[in-house]
């Protein structure tokens, strides 16, 4: 990997250390000037003229497929979001509660997948059980957790991939053979793991999954992509309809909920759309296991720094299958807003405080160095005096 090659591509690791690509990754030239052609184009030769008009609905589908094969699933398994809560709440409003269904989350999750499970629970009475999990808690014992928890009125799990607090990765698999055999859903937020680990959702044979294009892809804001296992597509009730959740070939009109198309309300951005093809294209090019290697090899070598500091203290797993490029920790006697606002403000340090639990959050990135680590820490024990 040639990461000053990579670094090149990328304006903004000139101008800064950029650690914060879990909130929003900055996108390589290519990637913008692919949304920037694509919006000249619509503009210089009429958005509803033929050939932009066709052209417009190709790139759609080859975006479509360049998410299925990111996930290994088939492009008819997925529709284009424009982000992940989008996805999330697809899920959570078009499946068919029932009074009493329990949904199964954990107590340290986003509040994109903790407030789509309260809502079920306020509209259609089911039942959110919330599982306390540490943030370096090892598999065993959350596969332990969960398996404890389920009940005959357990409907689904849902979780984050990896937690966005924290960076543990959760066992996906094992989570899912629990939940299988007993007719169990899961939906999983993908909200950290698109662009940063390599995922195989057809092996892991996952229910629902939704992803970003903003963060680890390096992609523009406003895009994103829900998987739906291809059986149960029809199951999910789109909560807002348009032409495309009808069979126009048919007078009068049908509805068709057979496919992911019905949750296309009406006109989406091409210019996204070609902004997130090329993105995936720009990661895949690298190589997705690659970049994970990368990414956690970094984390690493930045947790071993913060270990050897007096009154640092990380939250995040040290190693097993829970580690990856996120890490997260406090500093004895430091408020992280503060410590994050000096960061930027004296080094052009850009990371995230997390409110819970409260800590410092870096995201290392496959386009981070070594170097920009060093300084980080350096300048952690500057500003702490």
């Not at 709440?89 to 509040?111: A, C, K, Y």
Request: proline share 6%; with cysteine; net charge negative.
């Amino acid at each position: 990997m040639d990461i000053d090659k990579i670094r090149s591509q990328i304006p903004t690791c000139q101008r800064m250390s950029y650690l914060n690509t879990g909130w929003s990754g900055p996108s390589p030239v290519r990637v913008v000037d692919a949304m920037t052609k694509r919006l000249e184009y619509e503009s210089y030769e009429g958005p509803t003229s033929q050939p932009v008009l066709e052209s417009g609905e190709k790139l759609r589908l080859e975006t479509r497929e360049a998410v299925a094969r990111l996930l290994n699933v088939s492009p008819t398994e997925v529709a284009l979001t424009q982000n992940t809560t989008e996805g999330m709440n697809i899920v959570m409003s078009g499946f068919p509660w029932r009074e009493g269904d329990e949904i199964i989350t954990f107590d340290i999750e986003h509040l994109s997948v903790m407030v789509p499970c309260l809502y079920a629970q306020r509209r259609h009475g089911a039942r959110v059980r919330s599982l306390p999990l540490g943030t370096n808690d090892d598999w065993d014992t959350i596969v332990s957790k969960v398996e404890e928890a389920l009940s005959p009125q357990t409907r689904m799990v849902v979780f984050s991939h990896i937690q966005y607090s924290c960076g543990l990765r959760m066992p996906l698999d094992d989570i899912r053979r629990l939940t299988k055999d007993r007719g169990i859903y899961m939906l999983v937020d993908g909200a950290q793991t698109a662009g940063h680990i390599s995922l195989d959702l057809a092996a892991a044979g996952v229910d629902f999954y939704s992803i970003p294009a903003q963060k680890w892809l390096l992609g523009p804001d406003g895009a994103g992509a829900l998987y739906i296992g291809d059986e149960l597509i029809e199951m999910i009730q789109p909560s807002y309809v348009g032409h495309s959740a009808v069979d126009t070939s048919k007078n009068p009109v049908e509805f068709d909920f057979s496919s992911m198309d019905k949750f296309r309300v009406s006109t989406t951005s091409s210019p996204i759309a070609a902004g997130l093809l090329e993105a995936i294209t720009f990661i895949r090019e690298i190589g997705i296991d690659e970049i994970e290697a990368r990414n956690t090899e970094l984390s690493a070598a930045l947790k071993a720094k913060l270990l050897n500091i007096p009154g640092f203290r990380v939250l995040s797993p040290l190693e097993g299958p829970g580690v990856c490029g996120l890490t997260s920790f406090t500093i004895d006697g430091t408020d992280p807003k503060k410590m994050v606002q000096r960061l930027w403000e004296e080094e052009q340090i850009v990371a995230r405080p997390v409110a819970h639990p409260e800590s410092i959050r870096i995201s290392s990135d496959f386009f981070n160095t070594e170097e920009e680590l060093e300084k980080l820490v350096v300048a952690l024990q500057r500003i702490r005096g």
